[in-house]
């Protein structure tokens, strides 16, 4: 190597080499290095093979006085001190020792890649970033342009080196902003005189999200820093597997680029290399719920969680964060089975879908914890992402609606003074809220500014969280008739439900296929029945129905819709939620079941006695056009016979506006004949029956024909009254009336 080329590598250092060093360079650098190794340092080598760094220090300044031309003894020496100062402040005078070590290196062995790549190890180490990349890169240049004159295990570290410094600058430049003059001003009510940027953002939502429209975008400026960063971790863990700290930081910028089949592969090699390390299985499951395999994911996570310890475990089915102050009263006074209940019934209650195998909720909670891990966590240091402030929000309220970091070069603040360091903004809406999180530049820690922590706080009492489903682009009404009717036994209510899917809304187009629900759990969300059907889509309505047996209660129901695709597919979804109350129809006591509303009704024989005498077309919708008839079904059950075992009762049957106003016209058929008209006074709704009774219960049935009326919500009522007992009952259905 020329004087030449020597002198040109010196000037790559001259920021951390003495003038008298320079000045004095060339007759150093013609000195004529040694062709065999001091003893002292082949043992020195060995005793580093044993891990024994103490004793090979030792040994290898030893092999400096045998002969202090060795160059490689000197490269030795920096490179274990620098390792092991890492960058404590206290380790400073180890640091000190290894920068004279490797400057006396640099002297003898000239531009060896290996030393440039230890020089660059131990500048990155005291913080001078921008020294140590163009070290570094002279490494890299050096060792290609000689073949293999750095180690696999070397390259790595290099690669590694210069993957931070790239990172640390673009963790500096991501989403950064610049604030115009021009742009609108932040204000509001709240904002008092002399506020702070960050805290009028966070006192004044609606403007901020108007000031966005101003902002200049810097980020792009630094694009080419982010390809360096990431192909320099890319290049890590192809040069050596085994640097999972790489891997790990490669994955977390592929994540935020939304690069999922090369995060994929990485995490797969990492599951591979650590499968008993939570974090690589954690980070799967990240994965496969951004791209909407939410089934899989929850497996992965399951992996997860059973590898973490319990002290740690905790968080990811821990609930009180999610909760609101009074929620979080009942949770803590809970035992750990009573937790456990509670936690099972937040993320089912919160459950976009039960209509597909995964519980999105309980996944997506999931899935922000191991977010924060990945981006906001220090292993290295101990520390768990969701510990952090960053990542505390994150896990209640989920991906920002909107964020930057502001402000380059300590732009003016809302007052004009410089803030220093870094702010970054997480909106979660154009409405709010906002929180600030403040940091230094170069360092990832980053907490939450003290007025943004205030209304952290205080949302925790009353909004605690946000969700909103990712594999539901919306929810649309799902239009349903529910109708109770005595069971086969006494103390079991036979429960049915109609329903018509709103295919135009939902997507569904002929040829299409729909899958649709209904599920009924307890009030606690067990779950009690459910019954799922496919179904293809032609040129007429879609009917539903669905029958099951239930003990008297309360319970919760789900009626959902949407069109069949694949699992990864966003589309929407039709959608009754609701709870249902089944009263019972007990064995001796006077009931009504609830009034089943028809489309079209017919009895199959001349005076029916039971369900089964009648063809029945149920309305699945609780919606008729104004001027069609209604049809009307409904039982008695609990009636009083007399001394002949004939059952007396009288029906008044009405349909009413919102006012009460009734609306019948004419009877057409059914019970018409039973009772008397007369044309010149109000329509009579109210007859007597006197029948035989046939298995404890009566039916009715009949077409009532309604004027022209206005549209709006109406309601159909039955009242019952046992003659024999004097005893009464009432039934109701509300229907609404569209006007075309």
Not at 335 to 361: H, N
Not at 449 to 460: P, W
Request: charged content about 25%; hydrophobic content about 40%; overall charge negative.
């Amino acid at each position: 190597m020329t004087v030449e080329r020597r002198l040109t590598a010196v000037r790559c250092l001259i920021p951390l080499i003495p003038i008298f060093f320079i000045i004095s360079a060339p007759s150093i650098l013609a000195q004529d290095a040694p062709t065999s190794e001091p003893t002292a340092y082949v043992e020195a080598l060995q005793l580093l093979e044993q891990n024994d760094t103490i004793a090979a220090l030792r040994k290898l300044r030893q092999a400096t006085r045998d002969d202090p031309g060795f160059g490689p003894a000197y490269l030795r020496i920096g490179s274990i001190l620098s390792a092991r100062a890492g960058e404590l402040e206290e380790r400073y005078p180890e640091r000190t020792e290894a920068d004279r070590a490797l400057r006396k290196a640099w002297d003898l062995m000239g531009d060896d890649p290996e030393v440039l790549l230890e020089t660059g190890l131990l500048l990155r180490r005291q913080n001078l970033k921008g020294d140590a990349q163009r070290v570094l890169d002279r490494a890299w240049d050096a060792s290609v342009g000689e073949a293999d004159s750095l180690s696999r295990e070397k390259q790595a570290e290099l690669h590694y080196a210069l993957g931070r410094i790239y990172e640390a600058w673009w963790d500096d430049w991501r989403d950064l902003v610049w604030i115009p003059g021009s742009a609108p001003v932040l204000s509001c009510s709240m904002v008092y005189d002399g506020a702070d940027h960050w805290d009028a953002a966070v006192m004044c939502p609606e403007s901020w999200a108007e000031q966005l429209k101003g902002l200049v975008m810097l980020a792009d400026l630094k694009s080419k820093d982010w390809l360096r960063m990431v192909d320099h971790f890319r290049l890590t863990f192809a040069a050596d597997s085994t640097r999972t700290d790489a891997g790990y930081r490669l994955l977390g910028h592929l994540a935020e680029a939304g690069l999922w089949d090369e995060y994929m592969d990485v995490v797969a090699t990492l599951v591979s290399l650590e499968p008993d390390d939570p974090r690589p299985h954690l980070f799967i499951g990240l994965g496969l719920h951004e791209q909407g395999y939410d089934q899989s994911a929850e497996g992965s996570f399951q992996i997860a969680m059973s590898l973490l310890p319990l002290e740690e475990s905790w968080i990811f089915n821990d609930v009180s964060s999610l909760l609101t102050e009074d929620g979080r009263s009942v949770y803590w006074a809970q035992d750990s089975v009573g937790r456990i209940d509670l936690e099972r019934f937040f993320f089912a209650s919160a459950d976009p879908l039960f209509l597909t195998r995964a519980q999105e909720r309980r996944i997506e909670h999931y899935a922000r914890v191991a977010w924060a891990e990945l981006k906001f966590g220090e292993p290295a240091m101990g520390e768990r992402g969701w510990n952090s402030e960053r990542g505390a929000i994150w896990v209640r309220y989920g991906r920002p609606w909107r964020s930057y970091q502001c402000c380059y070069g300590g732009s003016p603040s809302y007052v004009g003074r410089s803030i220093g360091g870094r702010r970054e903004y997480w909106s979660y809406s154009p409405q709010g809220p906002i929180f600030v999180f403040q940091r230094q530049l170069t360092f990832r820690h980053a907490r939450l500014t003290e007025m943004s922590k205030q209304v952290a706080d205080d949302m925790s009492g009353y909004v605690p969280q946000y969700y909103s489903p990712r594999n539901v682009t919306v929810a649309f009404e799902f239009p349903h008739q529910i109708v109770r009717f005595r069971g086969s036994v006494p103390e079991a209510t036979l429960v049915e439900f109609y329903a018509s899917p709103p295919l135009v809304f939902i997507g569904a187009h002929e040829g299409s296929t729909i899958e649709t629900g209904l599920f009924v759990f307890d009030l606690f969300y067990n779950p009690l029945w459910e019954r799922r059907v496919s179904a293809a889509v032609g040129d007429q309505p879609i009917g539903l129905s669905y029958q099951f047996e239930i003990p008297a209660g309360r319970y919760i129901y789900g009626l959902e819709a949407r069109r069949q695709a694949s699992e990864t597919e966003e589309r929407p979804a039709a959608r009754a939620r609701d709870t249902l109350s089944v009263i019972g129809f007990p064995s001796g006591q006077l009931s009504v079941s609830d009034v089943l509303l028809a489309d079209a009704l017919r009895a199959l024989v001349p005076r029916p006695t039971r369900r089964d005498d009648f063809r029945i077309w149920p309305n699945r919708t609780l919606r008729i056009d104004s001027g069609d008839p209604i049809h009307v079904y409904f039982e008695v059950y609990g009636l009083q016979t007399d001394a002949d075992d004939l059952a007396r009762f009288r029906v008044e049957f009405a349909v009413e506006d919102a006012d009460q106003h009734n609306m019948v016209q004419r009877i057409a058929q059914g019970v018409s004949e039973l009772f008397t008209r007369n044309d010149e006074q109000e329509p009579s709704v109210t007859w007597e029956r006197t029948i035989p009774i046939t298995d404890d219960r009566a039916v009715e049935y009949l077409t009532v024909e309604l004027p022209e009326i206005d549209e709006g919500s109406y309601a159909v009522r039955v009242r019952i009254t046992d003659l024999v007992s004097g005893a009464s009952a009432v039934s109701e259905r509300v229907f609404w009336v569209d006007v075309e």
